[in-house]
Nanobody, 130 residues
Framework: QVQLVESGGGLVQSGGSLRISCAASRLPLDHYAIGWFRQAPGKEREAVACISTSDGFTYYLDSVKGRFTVSRDIAKNTVYLQMDNLNPEDTAVYSC???????????????????????WGQGTQVTVSS
């Protein structure tokens, strides 16, 4: 079973930065739109960013626009999420997943539900202290 692997999480102070990574050994990530999701305790999982394949279209949750940047390194088969100006509300387990139905990221936040994403990783914890 193909599974993505996240890394780079940790503890950071409010206003700080962190870069997390999403890698796969047997899945060519440049063939898939890759989404970043997060789930905080007691809350539903939400999509925070996505990067498409050929046209490079990116999606961001409104609350992270201007602070988070998603990118990919094809040579390393890795997708990154650069997170700047973090605040305690960003504390969550962050996971990545591949869009199994389209190479372009969904435009609407509601389209990130419904099971179109797969190969979920175990997630990496990001904790922002105030």
């Amino acid at each position: 079973q193909v599974q993505l692997v996240e890394s780079g999480g940790g503890l950071v102070q409010s206003g700080g930065s962190l870069r997390i990574s999403c890698a796969a050994s047997r899945l060519p990530l440049d063939h898939y739109a890759i989404g970043w999701f997060r789930q905080a305790p007691g809350k539903e999982r939400e999509a925070v960013a996505c990067i498409s394949t050929s046209d490079g279209f990116t999606y961001y949750l409104d609350s992270v626009k201007g602070r988070f940047t998603v990118s990919r390194d094809i040579a390393k088969n890795t997708v990154y999420l650069q997170m700047d100006n973090l605040n305690p509300e960003d504390t969550a387990v962050y996971s990545c997943a591949a869009d199994l139905y389209d190479t372009a990221c969904p435009v609407s936040n509601s389209d990130y539900d419904g099971g179109r994403f797969g190969a979920w990783g175990q997630g990496t914890q990001v904790t922002v202290s105030s």
